[in-house]
């Protein structure tokens, strides 16, 4: 079980120097508890088998550290390798894979054809399925109804990609599996909160199956954010929104 | 598509390799049956058939033809922390600096005052990458130039059919110089669409916004 630790004991016969290379040699990871992109981020590590340092953000009072280390988007996730920092959990995903090439399974597929696909699906998780999904839930009435649409039309495309494998990347799970994997366990919370399905068995049978495989994978299964905790925030940002558009 | 900067992305990238390709414009008004049948999720130009396989997403098929002609000329840095920061730095283009673009193109006066200055501001968070190098890649055109190197050509473009003053010796000195030196380079400079047809083409399709705004 992979390790979450905030501080680092050190040897006391460990030189000042040597402490400092150590401390800059440990990966670190900025994240928030509620955040699917810091997930991701965190079962890629442990599909690689590294060991890092988790720090909590209070994103509503950000560090300094984190401002220094993601002054452009002042996000996270970022990670820490060797004293530079690595933001945007897409980038992310893809040094880690290759910075820890030799490392456990394989994130992106070896051949440029299949690499290049597993991208594209990233891409499209992102910029054509993610919008619509959170338009269904942050919304009410006919502009519902409409995003609820458009995101089943497009869960459709997805659906047909998957086509009955076990996992995007076929047996094992990779960067679409990764990239898409929080829907696995957003899209029941947003159905309980908005109390319609979105991922209905009749349409949309392969990705039924795949959320399960995600979710009840080794990696995954033993580090999810708290359910009801996040629930609670789904909710809260659900009801905002509404105000808002009153 | 002849006027497209992300297609050109793609014939830079081609180009640099060496790799002879046959180029098929796209009306995108009336998109062929073949680009349909390669893209049928986006239906977006530009794609790449590679020995009958369709690759989409310019900043996609830039990489696969760096990792498929992987022997020819580097796009990527060799070292994975610098190929995470060009990557970061073509999302951060992608995603924020073509967004602020679009507005200048749309707008006038005190309105498009505001969108430029915004613009700016993410034109100098892109500069950043520059500081003490030649070009995004270090001494030599890499990926990143590749994917923001559009605006070089079209960007004093659109402040001339727009009339806004972005890119300027005062405000972003670094990407000015860079513009000079990467339209310099042969191989860029050969696969430009001609400035006078898209001079026209871009004065047309803003008399047509600003007038429906």
Same mark, same amino acid.
């Given at each position: 079980?992979?390790?979450?630790?905030?501080?680092?004991?050190?040897?006391?016969?460990?030189?000042?120097?040597?402490?400092?290379?150590?401390?800059?040699?440990?990966?670190?990871?900025?994240?928030?508890?509620?955040?699917?992109? +810091?997930? *991701?981020?965190?079962?890629? #590590?442990?599909?690689? !088998?590294?060991?890092?340092?988790?720090? @909590?953000?209070? %994103? $509503?009072?950000?560090?300094?550290?984190?401002?220094?280390?993601?002054? +452009?988007? *002042?996000?996270?996730?970022? #990670?820490?390798?060797? !004293?530079?920092?690595?933001?945007?959990? @897409?980038?992310? %995903? $893809?040094?880690?894979?290759?910075?820890?090439?030799?490392?456990?399974?394989?994130?992106?597929?070896?051949?440029?054809?299949?690499?290049?696909?597993?991208?594209?699906?990233?891409?499209?998780?992102?910029?054509?399925?993610?919008?619509?999904?959170?338009?269904?839930?942050?919304?009410?009435?006919?502009?519902?109804?409409?995003?609820?649409?458009?995101?089943?039309?497009?869960?459709?495309?997805?659906?047909?990609?998957?086509?009955?494998?076990?996992?995007?990347?076929?047996?094992?799970?990779?960067?679409?599996?990764?990239?898409?994997?929080?829907?696995?366990?957003?899209?029941?919370?947003?159905?309980?909160?908005?109390?319609?399905?979105?991922?209905?068995?009749?349409?949309?049978?392969?990705?039924?199956?795949?959320?399960?495989?995600?979710?009840?994978?080794?990696?995954?299964?033993?580090?999810?954010?708290?359910?009801?905790?996040?629930?609670?925030?789904?909710?809260?940002?659900?009801?905002?929104?509404?105000?808002?558009?009153? | 598509?002849?006027?497209?900067?992300?297609?050109?992305?793609?014939?830079?990238?081609?180009?640099?390799?060496?790799?002879?390709?046959?180029?098929?414009?796209?009306?995108?008004?009336?998109?062929?049956?073949?680009?349909?049948?390669?893209?049928?999720?986006?239906?977006?130009?530009?794609?790449?058939?590679?020995?009958?396989?369709?690759?989409?997403?310019?900043?996609?098929?830039?990489?696969?033809?760096?990792?498929?002609?992987?022997?020819?000329?580097?796009?990527?840095?060799?070292?994975?922390?610098?190929?995470?920061?060009?990557?970061?730095?073509?999302?951060?283009?992608?995603?924020?600096?073509?967004?602020?673009?679009?507005?200048?193109?749309?707008?006038?006066?005190?309105?498009?005052?505001?969108?430029?200055?915004?613009?700016?501001?993410?034109?100098?968070?892109?500069?950043?990458?520059?500081?003490?190098?030649?070009?995004?890649?270090?001494?030599?055109?890499?990926?990143?130039?590749?994917?923001?190197?559009?605006?070089?050509?079209?960007?004093?473009?659109?402040?001339?059919?727009?009339?806004?003053?972005?890119?300027?010796?005062?405000?972003?000195?670094?990407?000015?110089?860079?513009?000079?030196?990467?339209?310099?380079?042969?191989?860029?400079?050969?696969?430009?669409?001609?400035?006078?047809?898209?001079?026209?083409?871009?004065?047309?399709?803003?008399?047509?916004?600003?007038?429906?705004?």
């Amino acid at each position: 079980m992979m390790k979450r630790n905030l501080t680092t004991h050190h040897s006391a016969t460990l030189s000042a120097m040597e402490r400092q290379e150590e401390d800059e040699d440990r990966v670190k990871l900025f994240g928030f508890w509620s955040s699917p992109y +810091v997930y *991701k981020v965190e079962w890629a #590590l442990r599909i690689k !088998g590294i060991q890092y340092d988790y720090i @909590e953000e209070n %994103l $509503e009072n950000k560090s300094d550290q984190l401002l220094e280390y993601n002054p +452009v988007h *002042k996000k996270v996730p970022v #990670l820490i390798y060797q !004293g530079k920092p690595i933001a945007e959990s @897409e980038v992310i %995903l $893809e040094f880690i894979d290759e910075a820890w090439k030799h490392h456990g399974d394989r994130i992106l597929p070896e051949d440029p054809y299949d690499r290049a696909m597993a991208r594209f699906w990233v891409r499209f998780g992102k910029d054509t399925l993610s919008p619509p999904i959170w338009k269904w839930f942050t919304t009410q009435g006919q502009e519902q109804e409409a995003a609820y649409a458009a995101a089943v039309e497009q869960l459709q495309i997805l659906e047909k990609e998957l086509d009955g494998k076990r996992f995007f990347a076929g047996e094992k799970m990779g960067l679409v599996d990764l990239s898409l994997g929080p829907f696995s366990y957003i899209i029941p919370i947003y159905e309980e909160i908005t109390g319609v399905k979105l991922i209905k068995e009749e349409k949309l049978p392969s990705l039924l199956a795949w959320m399960d495989n995600f979710l009840n994978s080794s990696i995954v299964r033993e580090h999810l954010p708290p359910m009801d905790k996040l629930k609670l925030r789904c909710q809260a940002i659900r009801e905002a929104f509404l105000k808002n558009t009153n | 598509m002849w006027a497209s900067p992300m297609a050109i992305r793609v014939e830079w990238a081609l180009r640099l390799k060496g790799v002879e390709y046959e180029y098929v414009d796209e009306d995108l008004g009336n998109k062929s049956e073949a680009l349909l049948r390669y893209n049928p999720v986006t239906k977006k130009i530009p794609v790449l058939v590679d020995d009958g396989k369709p690759i989409a997403e310019s900043t996609i098929i830039v990489e696969y033809i760096d990792e498929t002609w992987k022997d020819g000329y580097p796009l990527m840095p060799a070292d994975p922390y610098e190929r995470a920061q060009a990557r970061f730095w073509a999302r951060f283009a992608e995603d924020k600096c073509n967004a602020a673009l679009y507005p200048i193109f749309v707008t006038t006066g005190e309105a498009q005052r505001k969108v430029v200055h915004e613009a700016q501001q993410c034109l100098k968070t892109l500069e950043t990458a520059l500081k003490g190098k030649k070009f995004f890649g270090g001494d030599n055109v890499g990926y990143l130039d590749i994917i923001v190197g559009w605006f070089a050509h079209w960007l004093p473009l659109i402040e001339e059919v727009s009339g806004a003053s972005v890119v300027t010796d005062e405000e972003l000195p670094l990407m000015k110089a860079w513009f000079d030196r990467f339209l310099a380079v042969d191989v860029i400079k050969a696969a430009l669409p001609d400035r006078d047809r898209l001079l026209a083409l871009n004065k047309a399709r803003r008399e047509q916004l600003v007038s429906s705004a």
